[in-house]
């Protein structure tokens, strides 16, 4: 019987997404499979992804590594959410915090019965009742606890880490689980005249490397699933007119925050990102209303401390590939697509096209209905993101500026538009399809931005108040002494995983 298992896949670009798929392939493969990584040291990686979600965890965890070598590698801070500036209006603030609100009471979501307190005429925010929140606020840290009893075991944390530093640990794993890296530029793509599925991509050096499977990790520029195959793009630009990124970093001029703050500007968003080393800086905005000289000009104005490095521009396009897998390639990160970081999904992307990936794991054959079903939760997942990140920018009550007005106005997707009214009904909200962001998610953003339900779930109506304010009042007070007593984030940095100092010139 003729042995249909891969026997060779190639990567093709290094950065995050190529290391990253790299060790996972090599961790689940057990090297069963040759796996080569294509990368040159002239081609500068993009690296806006230095923000993640909790997800980071499971992906270092299945790799095995230690949580803090691996903060100390790569200078990370913890992060518990980000901090929104004047995105509903102008001085308005909210925090979208990983974890849940409170504890849901009697079957019914922990808000519809804030929802009914509040109505009957209880001053507590919302953010009260998020541990997360309020240990950020206070700029405290703690990891969770194992003990489902104790307030602590709520806790959800992600990471801010340097990008450049991760992708060179991972490397570091990658290689001593056999990976072998090829240095050097790819200067064309070899295809079988049969199917066109690809053969091999020939270097600089004359060499051909050749490949069962090809992960296509090049960037914006889709060297495989776009130069070479001609997969398409579906372009988002009509919801999301952001199109151009200004990046810099800064020198740390206080203890790092455990959380990320993006404050909207006139023609998009800046980003602040602490690192142990340094803080990683952005301004996203939308080249149709502000030129890229004023907005580098609006960034370095913004900054906490010195600049480190001059700045430098990304140019993007919102959307993604018709296919995210065809034929014999399978693209990662931005090769992929593009969703602006304001909810720190890229990296995110990442890691679950690598899972999605094992759970559909093809062999020679490369079976058209298990590249159908990766490609249709690939498309899911991408329209779920999309549509929370539109859910930032359509929901507010700016008149300010161009931007502004365009996006406050505009047609959104269909699936937006129904939960934004079904949340503005009574409040409540259902995951489709095992989308990404959760009920607390999209109530963080939803109320931190005004849009409010007429009414509360009538349920809520059904149990004694004044039993659910002291059920209320419990868990605030619990909440309140529990982020009271962590220590503070960079205390805990510095007792448990701190890096070694990093000098700038």
């Known amino acids: 019987m003729e042995d249909m298992k891969l026997k060779r896949i190639v990567v093709v670009g290094g950065g995050t997404a190529g290391w990253m798929a790299a060790s996972a392939l090599a961790k689940g493969l057990r090297n069963s499979v040759e796996i080569t990584l294509i990368e040159s040291a002239e081609i500068g990686t993009v690296g806006v992804g230095e923000a993640t979600i909790p997800a980071i965890l499971l992906f270092n965890k299945l790799l095995g590594l230690d949580e803090n ?4 590698r790569t200078q990370a801070t913890f992060k518990l959410g980000i901090e929104f500036r004047d995105w509903g209006a102008l001085g308005d603030q909210y925090f979208h915090p990983f974890g849940r609100y409170g504890a849901d009471l009697e079957g019914l979501a922990f808000h519809q019965h804030w929802l009914r307190q509040r109505s009957l005429g209880e001053v507590s925010e919302l953010a009260d009742y998020s541990l997360t929140t309020m240990a950020a606020r206070a700029g405290k840290f703690t990891r969770p606890v194992d003990d489902p009893k104790n307030v602590l ?11 450049a530093l991760y992708a060179g640990y991972l490397r570091e794993y990658a290689e001593a689980r056999g990976v072998v890296r090829r240095e050097g530029k790819i200067i064309s793509v070899g295809q079988r005249p049969e199917d066109g599925f690809i053969q091999n991509v020939v270097m600089e050096d004359g060499a051909a490397i050749e490949g069962d499977f090809f992960i296509d990790c090049s ?10 195959l001609k997969t398409g ?6 919801w999301l007119p952001c199109d151009r990124a200004v990046a810099v970093p800064s020198e740390r001029t ?12 006139e023609a998009g968003w800046q980003w602040r990102i602490p690192l142990q080393h340094r803080t990683g800086n952005g301004y996203v905005h ?3 209303f502000i030129s890229e000289d004023e907005a580098t000009a609006k960034l370095m104005a913004n900054l906490d401390g010195r600049a480190l490095a001059e700045p430098r521009t990304l140019r993007f396009v919102t959307g993604r590939r018709n296919k995210a897998w065809n034929g014999n390639v399978l693209a990662l990160g931005l090769a992929g697509g593009f969703l602006e970081p304001l909810e720190s999904t890229s990296i995110h992307m990442i890691q679950s096209g690598v899972a999605r990936l094992m759970t559909l794991f093809p062999d020679l054959r490369f079976d058209q209905a298990d590249i159908d079903e990766y490609n249709r939760q690939s498309a899911l997942e991408y329209a779920h993101i999309r549509d929370f990140i539109i859910l930032h920018y359509h929901a507010t009550a700016r008149t300010d500026s161009s931007l502004w007005n365009h996006v406050r106005t505009m047609e959104v997707p269909e699936t937006l538009r129904e939960k934004i009214e079904l949340f503005r009904a009574r409040g409540r909200f259902f995951r489709k399809d095992d989308e990404l962001f959760s009920e607390t998610s999209w109530t963080a953003v ?17 149990h004694d108040a004044g039993v659910i304010a002291s059920k209320l009042e419990r868990m605030r ?29």
Not at 153 to 163: E, T
Not at 450 to 458: F, K
């Open 254 to 265: 206080a203890d790092p925050t455990p959380f990320t703050r993006s404050t909207a500007r």
């Open 286 to 288: 939308c080249s149709r």
């Open 69 to 72: 070598e691996f903060i100390r």
């Open 477 to 505: 007070q619990l909440i309140s002494h529990a982020s009271g007593q962590m220590p503070t984030h960079d205390a805990f940095i510095q007792a448990n995983c701190r890096a070694e100092p990093v000098l700038f010139g």
């Open 153 to 163: 075991s709520r806790l959800a944390y992600a990471f801010h880490f340097d990008a």
């Open 219 to 228: 960037g914006f520029r889709g060297l495989l699933i776009e130069q070479t």
């Open 446 to 462: 939803l109320l931190g931005q005004g849009v409010e339900p007429r009414a509360h779930d009538p349920l809520a109506d059904v």
């Open 233 to 238: 793009y579906e372009d988002w630009s009509h």
